[in-house]
Nanobody, 121 residues
Framework: QVQLVESGGGLVQPGGSLRLSCAASGSITRINDMGWYRRAPGKQRELVAVISSDDSTNYADSVKGRFTISRDNAKKTVYLQMNSLKPEDTAVYYC???????????????WGQGTQVTVSS
C-alpha cells in the first residue's frame, strides 16, 4: 500500500507564493510520473503540472511561467512552487503518483488527500 501526505496549502494574498509538498511512502520500487491536479468550486478536476521520471515537465497553460514542479526521488517527494498567485488559482490541490510496487506487476496510481489553496485579499 502507498500513502501520500500533502502539505503547504493555505490562504495567501494575490501575487503571493506557496509551496506544496507531497511525500510518498510504502512498498514502492519505482515512481514514474508525479503530478498535481486541482479542483475549483463548481469545476472539474484539471491537470496543473506533471513531472516524469526523466524530469521532463508539462504545465497547464494557465500556470505556465508562474508554477514550477520538481521532485526529490530520494525523498519520494514532489513539490509545486506557486508564484504570482491569482484568485482563480483557488482550489483543492491533489498530488498524483504512478508507481511500481514490491512483488506486484504493473503500475498503480495513487492520489493525495488534497490541500486547500485560497488566494484572496
Amino acid at each position: 500500500q502507498v500513502q501520500l501526505v500533502e502539505s503547504g496549502g493555505g490562504l495567501v494574498q494575490p501575487g503571493g507564493s506557496l509551496r506544496l509538498s507531497c511525500a510518498a511512502s510504502g512498498s514502492i520500487t519505482r515512481i514514474n510520473d508525479m503530478g498535481w491536479y486541482r479542483r475549483a468550486p463548481g469545476k472539474q478536476r484539471e491537470l496543473v503540472a506533471v513531472i516524469s521520471s526523466d524530469d521532463s515537465t508539462n504545465y497547464a497553460d494557465s500556470v505556465k511561467g508562474r508554477f514550477t514542479i520538481s521532485r526529490d526521488n530520494a525523498k519520494k517527494t514532489v513539490y509545486l512552487q506557486m508564484n504570482s498567485l491569482k484568485p482563480e488559482d483557488t482550489a483543492v490541490y491533489y498530488c498524483n503518483v504512478e508507481v511500481r510496487l514490491v512483488a506486484l506487476p504493473g503500475r498503480y496510481t495513487y492520489w493525495g488527500q488534497g490541500t486547500q489553496v485560497t488566494v484572496s485579499s
